[in-house]
């Protein structure tokens, strides 16, 4: 196992000569703007596993539903950027949730980039609806936003999809796991938002800075 070396508990740092900051809600915040840039919310997982038999609690996605809407009406947010999968499945109570807490939202913009499960998923949510736009990919501020990793050498991405998470050693035959953001000089990649989803563990690379998420706190790591 690669050792991690912590160089710093302050969640803001600088990526493509902009300004940013990771938030403890798995969201991360463009601070020029006031843009705020999350992914993987999947809403609907909990119903959909139930339909299968496997008995999610869904009082979790439902309040992290609220919490999130509460969230970006207290703290300024300007704009709303969904990097792919805010849907799980097919159109469910806490879809129906979403809109209704989305559609009075008409002073932020909402950007939807979709993911492989909102391409199964959408028709069914609806497109068009209130202001939420959905798109297969966006050019902003010279970023492309995306939701699968999109390796450019001439175009900086963010994007979500693979639920990164880092395992890191506690002691001897000791560690945990925590879901973290990637920065590297080309590619940002943001952690799932969604609480019922898993983790990707990663094989960290010595070029990459991860930031990692836990007791409401963000850590940033690099690995030699």
Request: aromatic share 10%; hydrophobic share 35%.
């Amino acid at each position: 196992m690669k050792i991690p070396q912590f160089e710093s508990d302050s969640p803001q740092f600088k990526w493509q000569n902009q300004s940013w900051e990771w938030l403890p809600n798995r969201c991360l915040l463009h601070l020029d703007s006031n843009s705020l840039f999350l992914a993987d919310f999947h809403i609907g997982k909990a119903d959909s596993f139930q339909r299968a038999g496997i008995n999610l609690p869904k009082s979790n996605s439902q309040n992290q539903i609220e919490g999130f809407f509460d969230f970006i009406q207290t703290t300024n947010i300007k704009q709303v950027c969904i990097l792919g999968d805010l849907l799980h499945g097919p159109t469910t109570t806490e879809t129906n949730l979403f809109l209704q807490l989305l559609k009075p939202l008409k002073n932020i913009g909402f950007q939807w980039i979709l993911g492989n499960h909102d391409r199964r998923s959408a028709p069914m949510f609806g497109q068009d609806i209130a202001h939420l736009k959905p798109a297969k990919d966006a050019l902003w501020n010279g970023i492309r936003l995306c939701h699968e990793p999109y390796n450019d050498a001439d175009m900086p991405s963010i994007c979500g999809h693979i639920h990164p998470g880092l395992r890191l050693p506690l002691g001897p035959k000791q560690s945990f796991r925590a879901a973290c953001g990637m920065v590297s000089e080309n590619q940002l990649i943001l952690p799932a938002f969604g609480s019922l989803t898993g983790l990707q563990i990663q094989t960290p690379e010595p070029r990459t800075k991860y930031y990692v998420f836990t007791n409401n706190q963000v850590l940033k790591f690099s690995f030699k």
